[in-house]
């Protein structure tokens, strides 16, 4: 939760003949990330390429080649290839390389074909208007040109010497040989949409006859093709993939030889493995290695790679940490905090039950919408062009669940406001356009700050002493110290509505000047006096948290205008009306495009700059364990024999 998995350094001896299978099972457990081996080259060196590498290799690309030339299949049938003998036999004994190859072939000379065909149809559909014989207009001295008629083309083309034949949308312009590059550059210069006339004799409507009944028969021909590649494809791309799959495995796994040192007869394995599955890695490595295996702990003072574990629940969130920046494995992960805070942040600075209730609809829609994707969108191309420029269809997916208890909260909220798109209802209410309603929230935005400015004090304070910097831990108390003190005068400068504090003035008083006097001090001998500077830093991030009030009114305000608008057109003309309703509409939208952008920028902005930045050193390597997802095979090794021996 609050702290990345705890990783080990473990090196692992085993006999030569034992590789294979301990590649196997720990690619098949994927709880291990492979490192290059710190025993010094004079004790073990490299072990050589695998000598299958190139055959492996050469099946792999050649499978490959074949899977994505056929037609995806879904199948839930798995198969089990237990060695590599196993499954070079599998791929060699696949019969339709040629076949498949051929079809294939066939199907791209098609639609070439179909290319040029559809390419000459429409050149001929543009022409319908021409009546005479199509060979008059290309010859030895001439060449013809369909060209769009706009406004001034025929008159341009003519003053270059071109033959113009009308027609309703366009023009055949004949151009003699000796004139083709004034054509060019009048094309050029005009930006003309220019389509040469075919090479044909006869008439329009014969060609155009004799084409269509070709375009016919290569149509016919293409889906004959494709007739029988849905046919191959429904037997055999299951087992085609499978084998693609398992060879992709095999490869991975004489990748990672290179990694692995030893001797003639022994191989060293190094790497990362999460504590709590160490023993489970040796109980599996004793299994598949008959008990000839070692595994020991290797000390070392390298940060380990970080592996988040959060509840499926709040895992989401890792997107917004990863985006930032992942915490090192001897940080704290805030994945648990972002996502307790943040969807708080963002429905405070909403705070309308309209708004709300479109932004959980829009994310609903969204998350439908990635999962079951339509065949053909009624979304402008150029709208989901620019969506799809910014995030991917899954970092989409992950921001629309994001925003959802958010908005909830936003209704919630909204209904303690009386807000409805800036409208309210008749009911007991908070009235947060008021004097009251405001001073009260610009407060309590500052206790929201003051307590997320002291959690980070807080946590860095722990991490600094967790890891023995004990002198950066006194750092961050010195700071909470700071904060506290400035805190408390400030509270009781707003309390007694003056500048001018004796230090005797009252109790809190008392106590807030040695904590800011003896905070300083603590500062000054833990971070020198250069750190003082950042006294200012520390008001102005707890100040920031205000900007929750800022914006959740200045989006109120700006609701309330566009209604005020609307509503004042009532009494007036249906012009008015019309007018007023126009307003309304288009303002309440903006205000919802501001709605959902500006509190979830702020939001996460008021997390990691103000927040983060108390503890948070980010920079952390991704770990990355030796595995590869298995769609269409089976394991080659299982825990289920483990646990079956455990119950016995």
Known sequence: MLVPRKMKKVRIYSVRENEEAILSALHDLGILQVEPVSLPQDLVSSVPQNESYAKLSELSR??????????????????????????VSAAEGIKI???????????????????????????????????????????????????????????????????????QSHVIAAVKKDLLSKFGELAKDAKMEVVPVPVYSGSVRDNLSAEDAVRQQRLKELD????????????????????????????????????????????????????????VMNEALSHVTGGEVLTVEVKTDEIPPTSLKNYRSTKLFE????????????????????????????????????????????SLWLI???????????????????????????????????????????????????????FSLPYPHYALISTFGI????????????????????????????HGHKKEAIGKVGWLMVAYGIVILGLEVIRHHTSGLSPTSTPLDFLAYPLL?????????????????????????ILSYTRLVGILLSSAILALVFDDIFL???????????????????????????????????????????????????????????SSPRNYTIKQFSLEPLAAKSKK
Do not use: C
């Open 439 to 466: 001073e009260k929230l610009l407060l309590l935005s500052g206790y929201v700050g003051v307590a997320m400015v002291s959690a980070g004090f807080i946590f860095g304070f722990a991490i600094n002493y967790i």
């Open 62 to 87: 050649k499978v490959r080649d074949l899977e994505m030339s056929l037609y995806p299949r879904e199948t839930d049938e798995k198969m089990l290839f237990r060695d590599v003998d196993e499954l």
């Open 517 to 541: 006097v003896a905070g300083l001090g603590v500062v000054v001998y833990s971070e020198k006096a250069q750190a003082l500077i950042e006294v200012t830093t520390i008001i102005s991030h």
């Open 568 to 626: 004042g057109t009532l009494h007036h003309s249906i012009v008015f009306l019309i007018f007023g309703f126009v307003i309304l509409i288009v303002g309440q939208m903006l205000n919802l495009i501001i709605a959902i952008f500006e509190p979830g920028i702020q939001g996460a902005r008021l997390l990691y700059v103000e927040f983060f930045s108390k503890f948070y050193k980010g920079n952390g390597r991704e770990f990355r364990p030796f």
């Open 224 to 279: 004959q093709v494709k007739a029988e590649l849905e046919d191959i494809s429904d037997k055999e791309f299951a087992n085609v993939a499978a084998i693609r799959e398992q060879l992709d495995i095999e490869m991975k796994k004489i990748d990672v030889t290179s990694k692995i040192s030893g001797t003639n007869r022994a191989i060293v394995l190094e790497g990362w493995v999460p504590a709590d599955e160490y023993k």
């Open 97 to 167: 390389y040629e076949k498949v190859k051929s079809l294939k072939e066939r199907e791209g000379t098609l639609l070439s074909s179909l290319k040029l065909l559809n390419e000459r149809i429409s050149a001929l559909e543009k022409m319908s208007f021409y009546g005479g014989d199509l060979g008059y207009l290309n010859g030895e001295n001439i060449s013809s040109f369909i060209i769009k008629n706009e406004e001034g083309v025929a008159d341009r083309l003519r003053s270059i010497g071109a033959i113009i034949i009308n027609g």
């Open 368 to 422: 439908r919408r990635v999962d079951h994707p339509p065949k053909k969108s009624r979304i402008p191309k150029f709208l989901s062009r620019f969506v799809m420029t910014m995030m991917k269809p899954r970092s989409l997916k992950v921001l629309a669940k994001a925003m959802l208890p958010g908005a909830i909260i936003a209704i919630a909220l909204g209904v303690l406001f009386d807000d409805y798109f800036g």
């Open 319 to 362: 997107f917004f940490i990863r985006f930032y920046s992942l915490p090192q494995s001897v940080d704290i992960d805030p994945t648990l905090i972002f996502a307790l805070v943040f969807p708080i942040f963002f429905g405070f600075m909403i705070g309308d039950v309209g708004y709300g209730a479109t932004i959980l609809v829009i």
